[in-house]
């Protein structure tokens, strides 16, 4: 910005410029409506559902390896017990023949655990890939939904893009004339409505945003353009409708 001296009723035309701009701006976001955050809100929920789908794989990976474990855990067993049990047909006293049968129990016993471990883990992982059929196809539907938005999406921005890149040099350019203490002033009011309009005229002797009565005299010294003027309900800066875009009053009073 230079630093020349501009007039209070410069700095409002520079300020409704920017205005008219980014309203143009605002009407094409309106377009766009809420499918920018249906967008990233998709991508998100599919990302978290792509972490789940693998942390249930890997739990699916990590029952199989059990099962395979407690399988040879059991081949082990029988092949011990059919080892006892040819021994046991050689034995030659008691003491002998006891031990050889309490090897047999106990490989026996390691035989049925690893069958009750095996069916537990088998009803486990039958569990899981139902879970995981259910998250696959739940990604497959938003994938889908995704598609279809960004389809939606990317349509409006190639029909908007054009414009909203000149509106946006248009908004660079209004704005480096504008004086940065003014500027933080207009863009801190313009977050706080969801129309946008941080300049609004008077209309029908009343704020142009609040439409709270403007006095006679406070109207007064805004058409004299000396000083900025704000409302005392809103906050918006105000001007006298002779220096606005026509097509401003029609939005506001429409």
């Known amino acids: 910005m230079s630093n020349k001296e501009y007039s209070v009723e410069e700095k409002l035309k520079s300020l409704l410029d920017l205005q008219k701009v980014e309203t143009k701006l605002d ?21 978290g559902l792509h972490a789940r789908e693998r942390r249930i794989e890997e739990e699916i990976n990590g029952i199989t390896e059990f099962i395979n474990e407690k399988k040879l855990i059991m081949i082990e067993s029988d092949a011990l017990v059919k080892k006892y049990e040819k021994q046991s047909e050689n034995v030659k006293n008691n003491r002998e023949f006891e031990a050889i049968n309490k ?8 035989l049925k655990l690893a069958e009750k471990h095996i069916k ?50 248009e908004s ?13 002033s207009y863009e801190r009011i313009r977050k706080n409505y969801r129309n946008g309009l941080s300049v609004v005229p008077i ?7 609040c439409f709270n009565a403007i006095p006679p005299q406070r109207q007064s010294e805004i058409r004299q353009r000396k000083k ?3 409302c005392e309900n809103c906050g ?19």
Not at 103 to 110: A, K, N, R, V, Y
Not at 172 to 184: F, G, M, T, W
């Open 27 to 47: 009407e094409i976001q309106i377009l766009k409506g809420e499918l920018p955050i249906e967008v990233s809100d998709l991508e998100d929920e599919i990302q």
């Open 203 to 209: 209309v029908r002797d009343a704020c142009g945003g």
């Open 120 to 169: 537990d883990a088998n009803e486990e992982m039958g569990d899981k890939v139902r879970v995981l059929e259910i998250a696959k196809k739940n990604i497959a539907t938003k994938e889908v939904n995704l598609k279809h938005k960004k389809s939606e999406l990317d349509k409006i921005i190639s029909e908007t893009i054009k414009e909203e890149t000149q509106y946006r040099k």
């Open 103 to 110: 090897e047999i129990e106990m490989q026996s016993l390691e």
């Open 228 to 230: 900025i003027i704000v």
């Open 236 to 254: 918006r800066i105000l001007v006298d409708e002779e220096i606005v875009d026509p097509a401003l009053v029609e939005q506001i009073t429409k």
């Open 172 to 184: 660079d350019k209004a704005k480096s004339k504008v004086d940065p203490r003014l500027l933080a």
